[in-house]
Nanobody, 115 residues
Framework: QVQLVESGGGLVQAGGSLRLSCASS????????MGWYRQAPGKQRELVAT???????NYADSVKGRFTISRDNAKKTVYLRMNNLKPEDTAVYYC?????????WGQGTQVTVSS
């Protein structure tokens, strides 16, 4: 069983920045690929960014050049640095990792970007 706890969300003006954190309880965190997803009201959950155990990253086209995913294996934490935020980035952001038999999700953290 893996627990993921997100933090760092909040209300920010357009053009501002936030850094989200996701702390994992996984005993093998350094071997886990990690991801950030988001879900806006009335929309499906969508992939934002992923990072492999080796540090390779992948981003949704809508956030490329603005968001950066990173990880600190010593702290068992994955981060999402979000710059130049836009109102369309408003959503609940979820941390994710894939276990052997199931996906694990955090409880989510709300990000609201005002225009």
């Amino acid at each position: 069983q893996v627990q993921l706890v997100e933090s760092g969300g909040g209300l920010v003006q357009a053009g501002g920045s936030l850094r989200l954190s996701c702390a994992s309880s996984s005993l093998i965190f350094s071997f886990n690929a990690m991801g950030w997803y988001r879900q806006a009201p009335g929309k499906q959950r969508e992939l934002v960014a992923t990072i492999t155990d080796g540090g390779s990253t992948n981003y949704a086209d809508s956030v490329k050049g603005r968001f950066t995913i990173s990880r600190d294996n010593a702290k068992k934490t994955v981060y999402l640095r979000m710059n130049n935020l836009k109102p369309e980035d408003t959503a609940v952001y979820y941390c994710n990792t894939k276990g052997r038999f199931r996906d694990y999700w955090g409880q989510g953290t709300q990000v609201t970007v005002s225009s």
